[in-house]
């Protein structure tokens, strides 16, 4: 079991990038098997899974957000990044990081609230 916590600007004005960080501890981000994702919910609607960074480094990304997604890592520092450009207020939500960690048991951070407003 690890354990996770995101941090990041809490405001983002429309067309900037909205970055945020996970913070892992607990265990190795290169540990075998180790998926390490970003979701996110906005009001009113349900979890949307955003993408993953793997235990070897590599990147998906869901179809719909893949064009304006990057998520990296920096394992020295044992934090995993989102990067989501050209935000609009749609992009407004709860966004949490979280890793699988087998038998159907996620591991989750409590959430971070971005809102996209000028």
């Known amino acids: 079991q690890v354990q996770l916590q995101e941090s990041g600007p809490g405001l983002v004005k429309p067309s900037q990038t909205l970055s945020l960080t996970c913070t892992v501890s607990g265990g190795s981000m290169t540990a075998m098997y180790y998926y390490w994702n970003w979701f996110r919910q906005s009001p009113g609607k349900g979890l949307e899974w955003i993408g993953f960074i793997s235990y070897s480094g590599k990147t998906t990304y869901s179809p719909s957000l893949k064009s304006r997604t990057a998520i990296s890592r920096d394992t020295s520092q044992y934090r995993f990044t989102l990067d989501l450009d050209s935000v609009t207020p749609e992009d407004t939500a709860v966004y949490y990081c979280?890793?699988?960690?087998?038998?159907?048991?996620?591991?989750w951070g409590q959430g971070t609230q971005v809102t996209v407003s000028s």
């Open positions: 979280a890793a699988p960690r087998g038998g159907g048991a996620w591991d």
